[in-house]
Structures are given as C-alpha cells and as structure tokens.
C-alpha cells in the first residue's frame, strides 16, 4: 500500500506561484511514477506532470503547463513537488498526487493505483 498526502494549495492571483508538495509512504516500488492530476469543475480529471520515483530525472509535462510548471523529488523526505508559476484562472482546480506503475519511454504508461485527497488551488483574474 501507498499513502500520499498532499498540502500546499491555497488562493493566488493571476500570475502568482505556488508549490504544492506531496508526500509519500509505504511500498513505492522502482518502476513507480508519481505526479499530478487535477480536475476543474465541470471537467474530467487531467494529467498535469509526472517523474519517475527512482530516477528522479525522468519527467513529463502536459502542454498545458509546460515550462510553467516544474515537478521535483526529495528522495530524502519522499515527497514530489509541483512549483507553479505564471499561474492562470484556468489552471484553477482539485490537483490530486498519484503514484502507480509506468513508463515515460517508448510507451507512455501510467496506472494510477493510489490517489491522495486533493488540495484546491484557485487562481483569481
């Protein structure tokens, strides 16, 4: 089993930053990405960012949020960070922290096993 918990969302304006981090523990396994999702209301859950547990190096990114946003391990306190920047009124959301089996190469794959509570972030116009 994995546990994640998620903290750091909040209000910020339009253009402002915020880093969410995520926490993680129990059995994360090698072959683990773990990354973010988030979901508008009204919208279906989207992929936002992952990297790859082991590495630490491999990352991807959904167009959306690309040179943006920045996702990060502390393989020291198990947690992955997403800093945001240049944030917008459509990046507002429930970002939810997932951890599962995949791969960023050659076949993109990730299953998304365990799922955090979420934490909203809203950006103001």
């Known amino acids: 089993q994995v546990q994640l918990v998620e903290s750091g969302g909040g209000l910020v304006e339009a253009g402002g930053s915020l880093r969410l981090s995520c926490a993680a523990s129990?059995?994360?396994?090698?072959?683990?990405?773990v990354g973010w999702l988030r979901q508008a209301p009204g919208k279906e859950r989207e992929f936002v960012a992952v990297?790859?547990?082991?590495?630490?190096?491999?990352?991807d990114y959904a167009d959306a949020v690309e040179g943006r946003f920045t996702i990060s391990r502390d393989n020291a306190k198990s947690t992955v960070y997403l800093q945001m920047k240049s944030l917008k009124p459509e990046d507002t959301a429930v970002y939810y922290c997932?951890?599962?089996?995949?791969?960023?190469?050659?076949?993109?794959?990730?299953?998304?096993?365990?799922w955090g509570q979420g934490t909203q972030v809203t950006v103001s116009s």
């Open positions: 997932s951890a599962g089996e995949g791969n960023l190469s050659g076949v993109w794959i990730w299953r998304n096993d365990y």
């Open positions: 129990g059995r994360i396994l090698n072959n683990y990405l």
């Open positions: 990297v790859d547990w082991s590495s630490g190096s491999g990352t």
